[in-house]
């Protein structure tokens, strides 16, 4: 493992994040603690590539399995820059990919993250996930950052009379997982935007979601985290929201999971509204920051969660190949 760990340091060298760790980026730390956690469990597959020169390592994989998915460490393979032309990214890819089939894995997965700012800094790994098959598995998102400390929060009252503001311990998680595909999935606009994503048009994977939220698989998710937007007794909108658990490497922060509002009752000031409140809710429970993350197609979204003090930090993009 030590060997792996010291390839691992070398071959990551050249990548952004780890010579400057920034705020809600990937941090080395934390991802050397994932790898001694990971690495002895024998489903897991850790490669190193070597020359017969005495260079030292040229790049290092790992892939982590459950079940039969086996989902690749984040930016890797890890290469330096002046291999990165002598196809070692390739070869372990390729290795990698051989040893899964082998264990019947089915799918394998990947995830790149890179600053809105510097894209170039993810062209090698995407054109070297294409190259060996992968492709995107849904339009790719972006995450938006604020620090809850500065927001101000607008005073301008809704539109709309009679509205109210609840808590929705009331309400089950199946009709939760109504209002999604109600608010996501109803207006051609708005099917056009989501109906790829899975965890909005797949109603087993929508409901499957909210349980992991509900159930604390995500972090902590309190009832005043789950808000519904009523006037008189009709539901027109909702916001999910949880709390990852505490980390070392980044402060306490809230996750806006879902926000819909019904297409009838939009432009009325209703999301803004119901993103005031989860502020609220996160503030009283200490967080610092909030984090919400939405497809790069869906402009409505970007500039709503702008007008709250949301500004665009990354960029996130989904790979996926079969196997089977």
């Given amino acids: 493992m030590e060997e792996y760990l ?5 071959a990551m060298g050249d990548t ?4 400057e760790p920034r705020l809600f980026d990937y941090h080395p730390d934390q991802m050397m603690e994932e790898i001694r956690q990971e690495f002895e469990k024998t489903s897991n597959v850790y490669l190193i590539a070597k020359s017969g020169l005495g260079e030292g390592a040229l790049g290092v994989l790992g892939v982590r399995v459950e079940g039969s998915v086996g989902t690749l460490g984040r930016w890797e393979p ?13 070869a372990l890819l390729g290795e990698a990919l051989s040893r899964l089939r082998e264990r019947h894995v089915s799918n394998v997965k ?3 993250k890179f600053p809105l700012n510097q894209p170039q800094t993810a062209r090698w790994h995407t054109r070297l996930y294409k190259e060996c098959g992968f492709s995107e598995k849904k339009p790719s998102s972006i995450m938006l950052l604020t620090n809850l400390s500065k927001v101000k929060v607008s005073k301008t009252p809704p539109t709309i009379t009679d509205l ?29 935007v989501h109906v790829n994503d899975p965890f909005i048009s797949n109603p087993e994977t929508v409901l499957r979601t909210l ?12 009832p005043e985290c789950w808000l519904v937007a009523r006037v008189k007794d009709t539901v027109v909108g909702f916001i999910i929201g949880f709390m990852p658990k505490k980390s070392n490497y980044r402060p306490a922060h809230g996750v806006i999971g879902e926000l819909g509002v019904f297409q009838e ?9 119901l993103i005031t409140e989860l502020f609220k809710s996160f503030r009283k429970l200490e967080c610092e920051y909030s984090i919400v993350g939405t497809l790069k197609t869906n402009k409505p979204a970007i500039a709503l969660y702008r007008q709250m003090g949301y500004r665009p930090t990354f960029e996130l993009v989904d790979f996926e190949k079969a196997l089977i």
């Avoid at 010291?6 to 070398?10: A, F, I, L």
Wanted: with cysteine; proline share 5%.
């Fill in 6 to 10: 010291e390839s691992w340091k070398r």
């Fill in 16 to 19: 952004p994040w780890f010579k």
């Fill in 265 to 273: 009752y939009r432009r009325k000031g209703i999301a803004t509204a």
């Fill in 78 to 90: 890890a290469v330096p820059l002046k291999y990165r032309e002598s196809k070692v990214g390739e």
């Fill in 211 to 222: 349980r992991a939220i509900r159930e604390g698989k995500m972090g902590s998710s309190p």
């Fill in 110 to 112: 990947c995830m790149l």
């Fill in 164 to 192: 109210q503001i609840i808590v929705g311990k009331g309400f089950s998680l199946k009709e939760f997982a109504g209002f999604t595909r109600r608010a996501y999935l109803t207006a051609p606009e708005d099917r056009a």
